[in-house]
C-alpha cells in the first residue's frame, strides 16, 4: 500500500505519517488523511507474521486467504503505483464469494480499505479449513472473463443416458421420546456417547434456564442419535452416569444434543457439581417460575440434605421430580408439627407438581435415529456439520471421528498419553503433533490430508514411540535449552521435525547419544534465530524433519545449520512483538541458569510458578519519561526475569536505586545473581551509572557470546 507515503515507516509515528500524507494529498479531508496513517502505521506495525490476510480477487466472485510471513519492508522503487509498504504473504486459498455468509459478504467492503473484518469466528474457521490447501495460481485473464460472466452452455446428452439409481440403504426415522424416558436410559447405560465427543461444558446458569424453559413447555431443539448394533464407535458415558463396562454396547449414540441431555441429567439426577431445587415457599409468595428454580453450591446444599430441611422450607430437589408425590407425602408427614391447614397444604403441593413438575415428566424432545447401516464417514460428516455452528471441532477431534471407522479410540489414547507423560499438560501440547509426526515417519507429508489417510493400525502401532519422543524433544528443550515453561517456547511446530528425528536419538547408545542430542539442540537454536517458523506453514516440517534425519544417521548438516548467520544488531531492534526471536533470547538467557532475585535460589520451572517470575524490563520504562533513547526501551536487551515482589518493589526506580536496596538483603550474593542474569556487575558497571546504552552494548556481547556456543 502507498497513499502517497514515500518514507520508510520503521521510526515514524502516527502524527508523522499523517503530516507527511497531507503534502502529498493536500485534496484529501482530514478524515481520510487520518484514516490512511492509521492503515499504514498498522501495516508497518501492528501486523504480525502468522496473521491471517484476506482480500477480493479483482475480477472474479473470490476472495484470496493468506498468512504475513515476513515483516514490513519499505521499497524505495514502487511496487505498483505509490505502493512502497510491503508486507510478504504466502496465499494459501482460493475462497468463492458464495462460500461467505451473508453478513461476512457484506463487512469486507472495498478492495481499496485495510481494516479488520466482522465475523472473525467465521472468517478464522474458514482460514483453518484450508490452510493446507493447495497455494493458488494467479486467474489468467481468460479465467477472470470466464468466471466474471455468466455463460450458458449447451449440454449434449448421450444417448445411452440413464437416470442414476435411487439410494436404497436404510432411512432414518424421526419421533418423539419423553425426557424422562431419555435420562433414564442413559442411567441405565442405554444411551451414551461416542467417544469423540467434547466433555461436558454447559455451566450451571445454562442448566437453570434449560430446565425453566422446559416448566413452560418451550421448544428445545431436536436430538440426533445412532443406532450402535456394530459396535464400530467405541463408547463413552455420559459425565457424571454411570461408567460403561469395557465391552458394553449401547444401543443408541447420542450424536446431537449431548450438552442439553447432560446438563439436565446432571439436575435431575443430582450428578453435577451443583444442584437444582425449586423453591415451592417462594412459589407460594407469588415469585415467579425463573426465581423459583434455583442453583445452589455444596456448601449450601449440605443443611438441605434431610427431609426435615426441605420440609421446613417447602424447597424440592430437582432430583425428586421423578417421584414428586412421594416427595410431597413425605414433606407433609414432616410438617404433622406445624399447625397448619394439611388438606390446604396438600392442595397448593400439588398444584405446583402439576403446573411446574408435571410438565418435566411429560416433555418430550423431538429424536432423529439414524440407522446403524449408516457409513461411518457419513457419520463423521453429519457430526461436523452440526458442530460448525457451535465451537468448532479441532482437527484432532474430527481425526479422532474417522479413526474410529477402524475401531481406534485416539482420544482414549491421548488421555493415557497425558497420564504417562505429564509434561504434555504442562506445555498444553496439541495432540495432533503427535499424529504429524507419524505421518511423517511414513511419508513425506504430514498435512491434514496425509494425516486423515493413516491407518488407525498404523497409529495404534507407532503411538507409543511417538508420545515417547515427544516427551523426550520436550524435556530436552526445558533441561538444556532454556524452554523451561511453555510461555518461552519460541515455535511450537518445530516439535514436530524433532520428534519426528528422535528415533535416532533413541536408537543410539553410550556417547553418541550425547553426540545426538548436541546436533538437535544445534538445530534448534540455529532455526529459532533464523526466524523461518514465524510462518505456521506445515510445509516447514515437511521439509526439516528428513534432512534433521538424515544429519543424525550421519549425512550432511542441514542447510539451516551449515549456513547459519545471525546478525547481532538485531537483538536492539527485537521487543516482544518479534514474539519468536524474543522467546528464543529468553530461553537462552535462561539456559545459563539465572538465579532468582528474591531467594537467589536457581530458577526452575516450579520456582517460576511459585514465585511469579516473568520477563520485565531491567531499565523500568516510567524511569524514562520522555526521554529519546537510541534503542526502544522494550528491546529484550533491557528484559531479564523477575519474580513479582521484586518487580514491585523496583516500581519506576533507576537500577542504582533498587539495586542498593536488594544488596543490603543479598549483600555479595547480588553480583551472583546479576552475573546469571547476563548483567554487569561492579560498582562501576552500567546498572550502577544508570547507563542503559552501555547496558545495552554488554549484553548484546554477551549474548553473542551464548548464541555463538550453541550454533557453532
Same mark, same amino acid.
Request: glycine share 6%; net charge negative.
Given at each position: 500500500?502507498?497513499?502517497?507515503?514515500?518514507?520508510?515507516?520503521?521510526?515514524?509515528?502516527?502524527?508523522?505519517?499523517?503530516?507527511?500524507?497531507?503534502?502529498?494529498?493536500?485534496?484529501?479531508?482530514?478524515?481520510?488523511?487520518?484514516?490512511?496513517?492509521?492503515?499504514?502505521?498498522?501495516?508497518?506495525?501492528?501486523?504480525?507474521?502468522?496473521?491471517?490476510?484476506?482480500?477480493?480477487?479483482?475480477?472474479?466472485?473470490?476472495?484470496?486467504?493468506?498468512?504475513?510471513?515476513?515483516?514490513?519492508?519499505?521499497?524505495?522503487?514502487?511496487?505498483?503505483?505509490?505502493?512502497?509498504?510491503?508486507?510478504?504473504?504466502?496465499?494459501?486459498?482460493?475462497?468463492?464469494?458464495?462460500?461467505?455468509?451473508?453478513?461476512?459478504?457484506?463487512?469486507?467492503?472495498?478492495?481499496?480499505?485495510?481494516?479488520?473484518?466482522?465475523?472473525?469466528?467465521?472468517?478464522?474457521?474458514?482460514?483453518?479449513?484450508?490452510?493446507?490447501?493447495?497455494?493458488?495460481?494467479?486467474?489468467?485473464?481468460?479465467?477472470?472473463?470466464?468466471?466474471?460472466?455468466?455463460?450458458?452452455?449447451?449440454?449434449?446428452?448421450?444417448?445411452?443416458?440413464?437416470?442414476?439409481?435411487?439410494?436404497?440403504?436404510?432411512?432414518?426415522?424421526?419421533?418423539?421420546?419423553?425426557?424422562?424416558?431419555?435420562?433414564?436410559?442413559?442411567?441405565?447405560?442405554?444411551?451414551?456417547?461416542?467417544?469423540?465427543?467434547?466433555?461436558?461444558?454447559?455451566?450451571?446458569?445454562?442448566?437453570?434456564?434449560?430446565?425453566?424453559?422446559?416448566?413452560?413447555?418451550?421448544?428445545?431443539?431436536?436430538?440426533?442419535?445412532?443406532?450402535?448394533?456394530?459396535?464400530?464407535?467405541?463408547?463413552?458415558?455420559?459425565?457424571?452416569?454411570?461408567?460403561?463396562?469395557?465391552?458394553?454396547?449401547?444401543?443408541?449414540?447420542?450424536?446431537?444434543?449431548?450438552?442439553?441431555?447432560?446438563?439436565?441429567?446432571?439436575?435431575?439426577?443430582?450428578?453435577?457439581?451443583?444442584?437444582?431445587?425449586?423453591?415451592?415457599?417462594?412459589?407460594?409468595?407469588?415469585?415467579?417460575?425463573?426465581?423459583?428454580?434455583?442453583?445452589?453450591?455444596?456448601?449450601?446444599?449440605?443443611?438441605?440434605?434431610?427431609?426435615?430441611?426441605?420440609?421446613?422450607?417447602?424447597?424440592?430437589?430437582?432430583?425428586?421430580?421423578?417421584?414428586?408425590?412421594?416427595?410431597?407425602?413425605?414433606?407433609?408427614?414432616?410438617?404433622?408439627?406445624?399447625?397448619?391447614?394439611?388438606?390446604?397444604?396438600?392442595?397448593?403441593?400439588?398444584?405446583?407438581?402439576?403446573?411446574?413438575?408435571?410438565?418435566?415428566?411429560?416433555?418430550?424432545?423431538?429424536?432423529?435415529?439414524?440407522?446403524?447401516?449408516?457409513?461411518?464417514?457419513?457419520?463423521?460428516?453429519?457430526?461436523?456439520?452440526?458442530?460448525?455452528?457451535?465451537?468448532?471441532?479441532?482437527?484432532?477431534?474430527?481425526?479422532?471421528?474417522?479413526?474410529?471407522?477402524?475401531?481406534?479410540?485416539?482420544?482414549?489414547?491421548?488421555?493415557?498419553?497425558?497420564?504417562?507423560?505429564?509434561?504434555?499438560?504442562?506445555?498444553?501440547?496439541?495432540?495432533?503433533?503427535?499424529?504429524?509426526?507419524?505421518?511423517?515417519?511414513? &511419508?513425506?507429508?504430514?498435512?491434514? %490430508?496425509?494425516? $486423515? !489417510?493413516?491407518?488407525? *493400525?498404523?497409529?495404534?502401532? /507407532? =503411538?507409543?514411540?511417538?508420545?515417547?519422543?515427544?516427551?523426550?524433544?520436550?524435556?530436552?528443550?526445558?533441561?538444556?535449552?532454556?524452554?523451561?515453561?511453555?510461555?518461552?517456547?519460541?515455535?511450537?511446530?518445530?516439535?514436530?521435525?524433532?520428534?519426528?528425528?528422535?528415533?535416532?536419538?533413541?536408537?543410539?547408545?553410550?556417547?553418541?547419544?550425547?553426540?545426538?542430542?548436541?546436533?538437535?539442540?544445534?538445530?534448534?537454536?540455529?532455526?529459532?534465530?533464523? &526466524?523461518?517458523?514465524?510462518?505456521? %506453514?506445515?510445509? $516447514? !516440517?515437511?521439509?526439516? *524433519?528428513?534432512?534433521?534425519? /538424515? =544429519?543424525?544417521?550421519?549425512?550432511?548438516?542441514?542447510?539451516?545449520?551449515?549456513?547459519?548467520?545471525?546478525?547481532?544488531?538485531?537483538?536492539?531492534?527485537?521487543?516482544?512483538?518479534?514474539?519468536?526471536?524474543?522467546?528464543?533470547?529468553?530461553?537462552?538467557?535462561?539456559?545459563?541458569?539465572?538465579?532468582?532475585?528474591?531467594?537467589?535460589?536457581?530458577?526452575?520451572?516450579?520456582?517460576?510458578?511459585?514465585?511469579?517470575?516473568?520477563?520485565?524490563?531491567?531499565?523500568?520504562?516510567?524511569?524514562?519519561?520522555?526521554?529519546?533513547?537510541?534503542?526502544?526501551?522494550?528491546?529484550?536487551?533491557?528484559?531479564?526475569?523477575?519474580?513479582?515482589?521484586?518487580?514491585?518493589?523496583?516500581?519506576?526506580?533507576?537500577?542504582?536505586?533498587?539495586?542498593?536496596?536488594?544488596?543490603?538483603?543479598?549483600?555479595?550474593?547480588?553480583?551472583?545473581?546479576?552475573?546469571?542474569?547476563?548483567?554487569?556487575?561492579?560498582?562501576?558497571?552500567?546498572?550502577?551509572?544508570?547507563?542503559?546504552?552501555?547496558?545495552?552494548?554488554?549484553?548484546?556481547?554477551?549474548?553473542?557470546?551464548?548464541?555463538?556456543?550453541?550454533?557453532?
Amino acid at each position: 500500500m502507498g497513499f502517497g507515503e514515500r518514507h520508510d515507516l520503521t521510526s515514524r509515528d502516527r502524527d508523522t505519517i499523517f503530516s507527511e500524507l497531507k503534502q502529498s494529498n493536500p485534496d484529501l479531508t482530514r478524515r481520510a488523511l487520518a484514516q490512511n496513517a492509521n492503515a499504514l502505521f498498522r501495516f508497518a506495525n501492528v501486523l504480525q507474521a502468522g496473521d491471517v490476510v484476506l482480500t477480493p480477487e479483482p475480477g472474479s466472485k473470490s476472495f484470496l486467504l493468506g498468512e504475513i510471513i515476513g515483516p514490513y519492508k519499505y521499497t524505495e522503487v514502487p511496487v505498483v503505483a505509490d505502493h512502497t509498504a510491503t508486507r510478504s504473504v504466502r496465499w494459501f486459498a482460493r475462497i468463492p464469494r458464495d462460500d461467505l455468509s451473508h453478513g461476512a459478504r457484506n463487512t469486507l467492503g472495498s478492495i481499496m480499505t485495510f481494516f479488520q473484518p466482522g465475523y472473525q469466528q467465521e472468517l478464522r474457521g474458514l482460514a483453518a479449513k484450508h490452510w493446507d490447501d493447495q497455494t493458488p495460481f494467479p486467474l489468467s485473464a481468460a479465467t477472470v472473463k470466464t468466471v466474471s460472466k455468466s455463460v450458458v452452455e449447451r449440454v449434449s446428452v448421450p444417448a445411452d443416458a440413464a437416470p442414476p439409481a435411487p439410494y436404497t440403504g436404510e432411512s432414518f426415522a424421526t419421533d418423539k421420546s419423553a425426557l424422562i424416558y431419555l435420562l433414564g436410559q442413559i442411567e441405565n447405560r442405554q444411551l451414551a456417547l461416542p467417544d469423540f465427543q467434547r466433555t461436558f461444558v454447559w455451566e450451571a446458569p445454562a442448566t437453570r434456564e434449560l430446565i425453566v424453559s422446559i416448566m413452560q413447555a418451550f421448544p428445545a431443539g431436536a436430538l440426533l442419535f445412532l443406532r450402535n448394533d456394530t459396535r464400530s464407535l467405541v463408547p463413552r458415558a455420559i459425565e457424571g452416569a454411570p461408567e460403561l463396562a469395557d465391552d458394553a454396547t449401547p444401543p443408541f449414540l447420542i450424536l446431537d444434543g449431548q450438552q442439553r441431555l447432560s446438563s439436565l441429567y446432571h439436575a435431575f439426577y443430582g450428578a453435577g457439581r451443583r444442584s437444582f431445587f425449586l423453591d415451592i415457599g417462594a412459589l407460594m409468595r407469588n415469585a415467579v417460575i425463573n426465581v423459583a428454580v434455583k442453583v445452589l453450591p455444596p456448601r449450601m446444599v449440605e443443611p438441605l440434605k434431610s427431609i426435615e430441611a426441605q420440609a421446613e422450607m417447602l424447597i424440592m430437589p430437582l432430583a425428586r421430580v421423578r417421584d414428586a408425590s412421594d416427595w410431597i407425602d413425605v414433606v407433609l408427614d414432616a410438617r404433622e408439627h406445624v399447625n397448619e391447614d394439611k388438606k390446604w397444604l396438600r392442595t397448593l403441593l400439588r398444584g405446583v407438581d402439576k403446573a411446574y413438575v408435571e410438565p418435566i415428566r411429560q416433555y418430550q424432545f423431538p429424536v432423529t435415529t439414524l440407522p446403524a447401516s449408516t457409513p461411518l464417514d457419513a457419520v463423521c460428516t453429519i457430526f461436523e456439520t452440526l458442530n460448525r455452528t457451535g465451537v468448532p471441532l479441532t482437527i484432532f477431534e474430527l481425526i479422532c471421528a474417522r479413526a474410529f471407522a477402524d475401531g481406534e479410540s485416539l482420544l482414549r489414547k491421548w488421555r493415557e498419553a497425558c497420564a504417562e507423560h505429564p509434561i504434555f499438560v504442562d506445555f498444553s501440547i496439541d495432540p495432533y503433533y503427535i499424529l504429524q509426526a507419524i505421518a511423517l515417519r511414513r &511419508g513425506p507429508s504430514c498435512n491434514r %490430508s496425509a494425516v $486423515l !489417510a493413516l491407518p488407525a *493400525a498404523a497409529i495404534s502401532a /507407532e =503411538w507409543d514411540a511417538a508420545t515417547a519422543d515427544f516427551e523426550a524433544v520436550l524435556r530436552m528443550l526445558r533441561d538444556d535449552c532454556g524452554v523451561m515453561v511453555p510461555k518461552w517456547l519460541p515455535y511450537r511446530p518445530m516439535l514436530i521435525p524433532l520428534a519426528t528425528a528422535w528415533r535416532s536419538v533413541e536408537s543410539a547408545s553410550g556417547p553418541a547419544v550425547a553426540r545426538l542430542r548436541a546436533r538437535c539442540q544445534r538445530w534448534f537454536w540455529c532455526s529459532v534465530f533464523t &526466524g523461518e517458523y514465524e510462518s505456521s %506453514s506445515i510445509s $516447514l !516440517a515437511e521439509r526439516d *524433519a528428513p534432512a534433521l534425519k /538424515e =544429519w543424525l544417521d550421519g549425512g550432511d548438516e542441514p542447510e539451516v545449520v551449515r549456513d547459519f548467520e545471525f546478525a547481532p544488531q538485531r537483538w536492539r531492534s527485537i521487543t516482544p512483538r518479534q514474539e519468536g526471536a524474543y522467546k528464543a533470547t529468553i530461553a537462552l538467557l535462561l539456559r545459563a541458569g539465572p538465579r532468582d532475585f528474591h531467594t537467589g535460589v536457581r530458577l526452575s520451572p516450579e520456582v517460576i510458578k511459585e514465585n511469579g517470575v516473568d520477563d520485565h524490563h531491567v531499565f523500568p520504562r516510567g524511569y524514562f519519561h520522555d526521554e529519546r533513547l537510541e534503542y526502544p526501551v522494550d528491546t529484550v536487551l533491557n528484559h531479564t526475569l523477575l519474580d513479582r515482589v521484586t518487580n514491585i518493589r523496583i516500581g519506576k526506580r533507576a537500577p542504582s536505586k533498587y539495586l542498593g536496596d536488594i544488596k543490603a538483603e543479598l549483600g555479595d550474593r547480588l553480583d551472583l545473581v546479576l552475573e546469571s542474569h547476563g548483567l554487569p556487575i561492579g560498582q562501576d558497571s552500567p546498572l550502577w551509572r544508570d547507563d542503559f546504552a552501555e547496558m545495552c552494548d554488554f549484553r548484546l556481547e554477551l549474548l553473542t557470546e551464548l548464541l555463538t556456543d550453541v550454533t557453532a
